[in-house]
């Protein structure tokens, strides 16, 4: 009796993917690259260029997710990859450097400082992805991250750097507090402090002009005084930290919850 003849699986036709669609993962790619690049100039002691590397990587990372909602393209693969490279981008090559500068000579301290400050970043990004999956938030929390963000984070821990950048080694303070430091913006990663995020607010029209006019302002500082622009900016983010708390417990208070 003939066999009958094994069935085939028909052939996955596999279709032409758009340019566009690779974008997000591509700015993704980029801030992994510009991350690792800040470690290298970290080896190189060019501290300067170590720091704006991580500050490119952060805005990589910024727009990565914005194009890929934009695009309306966002996937599974893109979230792991970006998780992938923000763990390493702002988890490891962070601590790379503050070890590189002055974490070193601290002694074991700058060491665990390191090693927690990586840790806190990835346990925060896990925690971040699964409260995606979480779709009983309510709207208006979706204005709020639970802890500091992994690339303010990264830019907290350099802070001291920079400020060393703009003052001199006069304000440089002795290893074991950097160490610290760096422990105490790995525990705000991981905290369950509610923190201001951009998506999800609205403005008025009337604060629209003032917002372009801030906006400028900010990228005249960036060029003309980096140092003092970007110490000052992560100042006013460590200011603001208590506010985004009062904010969402009144919010919180308001809604009952």
Same mark, same amino acid.
């Given at each position: 009796?003939?066999?009958?003849?094994?069935? %085939?699986?028909?052939?996955?036709?596999?279709? +032409?993917? $758009?340019?566009?669609?690779?974008? $997000?993962?591509?700015?993704?790619?980029?801030?992994?690259?510009?991350?690792?690049?800040?470690?290298?100039?970290?080896?190189?002691?060019?501290?300067?260029?170590?720091?704006?590397?991580?500050?490119?990587?952060?805005?990589?990372?910024?727009? +990565? !997710?914005?194009?890929?909602?934009?695009?309306?393209?966002?996937?599974?693969?893109?979230?792991?990859?970006? &998780?992938?490279?923000?763990?390493? &981008?702002? !988890?490891?090559?962070?601590?790379?450097?503050?070890?590189?500068?002055?974490?070193?000579? #601290?002694?074991?301290?700058?060491?665990?400082?390191?090693?927690? *400050?990586?840790?806190?970043? #990835? @346990?925060? @990004?896990?925690? *971040?992805?699964?409260?995606?999956?979480?779709?009983?938030? $309510?709207?208006?929390?979706?204005?709020?991250?639970? !802890?500091? $963000?992994?690339?303010?984070?990264?830019?907290?821990?350099?802070?001291?750097? #920079?400020? %060393?950048?703009?003052?001199?080694?006069?304000?440089?303070?002795?290893?074991?507090?950097?160490?610290?430091?760096?422990?105490? %913006?790995?525990?705000?990663?991981?905290?369950?402090?509610?923190?201001?995020?951009?998506?999800?607010?609205?403005? #008025?029209?009337?604060?629209?002009?003032?917002?372009?006019?801030?906006?400028?302002?900010?990228?005249?500082?960036?060029?003309?005084?980096?140092?003092?622009?970007? &110490?000052?900016? !992560?100042?006013?983010?460590?200011?603001?930290?208590?506010?985004?708390?009062? &904010?969402?417990?009144?919010?919180?208070?308001?809604?009952?919850?």
């Amino acid at each position: 009796m003939t066999q009958p003849a094994p069935s %085939v699986p028909p052939r996955r036709i596999v279709k +032409d993917l $758009p340019i566009t669609r690779l974008l $997000p993962n591509m700015l993704t790619l980029l801030s992994l690259c510009s991350g690792l690049t800040g470690v290298r100039f970290a080896l190189q002691e060019r501290w300067e260029y170590a720091v704006l590397a991580i500050l490119i990587a952060s805005v990589f990372d910024v727009l +990565d !997710g914005r194009v890929a909602r934009m695009l309306n393209i966002a996937s599974k693969f893109g979230a792991e990859l970006d &998780s992938l490279s923000d763990a390493i &981008s702002f !988890g490891v090559a962070p601590g790379f450097i503050m070890y590189e500068w002055v974490l070193k000579d #601290a002694g074991g301290i700058g060491w665990i400082a390191v090693l927690l *400050f990586a840790v806190c970043c #990835a @346990l925060r @990004l896990a925690r *971040f992805n699964t409260m995606l999956e979480d779709h009983d938030i $309510p709207l208006w929390a979706k204005r709020y991250f639970t !802890g500091v $963000p992994a690339p303010a984070g990264a830019c907290l821990g350099l802070l001291p750097l #920079a400020l %060393v950048l703009q003052f001199g080694n006069g304000a440089q303070a002795p290893g074991p507090v950097y160490a610290v430091w760096m422990i105490a %913006v790995g525990g705000l990663m991981v905290s369950r402090l509610p923190t201001f995020a951009l998506k999800g607010w609205r403005i #008025a029209p009337v604060w629209v002009a003032p917002l372009f006019v801030g906006g400028v302002a900010i990228a005249a500082g960036l060029i003309t005084n980096t140092w003092l622009t970007l &110490s000052a900016l !992560g100042l006013l983010y460590v200011l603001a930290l208590p506010l985004g708390w009062y &904010s969402y417990r009144s919010r919180a208070k308001k809604e009952n919850i």
